[in-house]
């Protein structure tokens, strides 16, 4: 489970995490997700200016959550499942770490009680 682990660079990690502490950087990395978009369509559903949408999208799409592409005129949006993935993977290596160390205290209580 290590090897998933080591498939992020600690900075990669850090672009994401802090990517996705922001509540409009998530939506629209779960809006592109299921469909492509363009900047303006995005921007067309945020109480913000077209610029400070822009700003949110480079900052996903230095984390890798998103890629940004011309079509025509328009930059479109779509959302990198693999990075979603990557990174659920490694919170699933710290979900293990962490039931691990629960079971060993479940053990340790349930030995001790059968000492009294």
Same mark, same amino acid.
């Given at each position: 489970?290590?090897?998933?682990?080591?498939?992020?660079? #600690?900075?990669?990690?850090?672009?994401? @995490?802090?990517?996705?502490?922001?509540?409009? %950087? &998530?939506?629209?990395?779960? =809006?592109?997700?299921?469909?492509?978009? !363009?900047? !303006?369509?995005?921007?067309? #559903?945020?109480?913000? !200016?077209?610029?400070?949408?822009?700003?949110?999208?480079?900052?996903?799409?230095?984390? #890798?959550?998103?890629?940004? @592409?011309? &079509?025509?005129?328009?930059?479109?949006? %779509?959302?990198?499942?693999?990075?979603?993935? %990557?990174?659920?993977?490694?919170? !699933?290596? @710290?979900?293990?770490?962490? =039931?691990?160390?629960?079971? &060993?205290?479940?053990?340790? @209580?349930?030995?001790?009680?059968?000492?009294?």
């Amino acid at each position: 489970m290590v090897a998933q682990k080591l498939e992020l660079t #600690d900075e990669q990690v850090n672009r994401i @995490f802090r990517a996705l502490a922001d509540a409009t %950087r &998530r939506d629209i990395v779960r =809006r592109t997700l299921t469909a492509e978009a !363009s900047i !303006s369509e995005l921007a067309a #559903d945020y109480d913000m !200016s077209f610029a400070a949408v822009q700003k949110h999208v480079a900052v996903l799409e230095a984390a #890798d959550l998103v890629a940004r @592409f011309p &079509r025509g005129r328009e930059r479109i949006i %779509r959302g990198n499942p693999e990075t979603i993935r %990557r990174a659920q993977q490694l919170l !699933s290596h @710290f979900e293990q770490i962490w =039931r691990g160390r629960v079971d &060993r205290l479940d053990a340790m @209580f349930a030995a001790e009680d059968t000492e009294h």
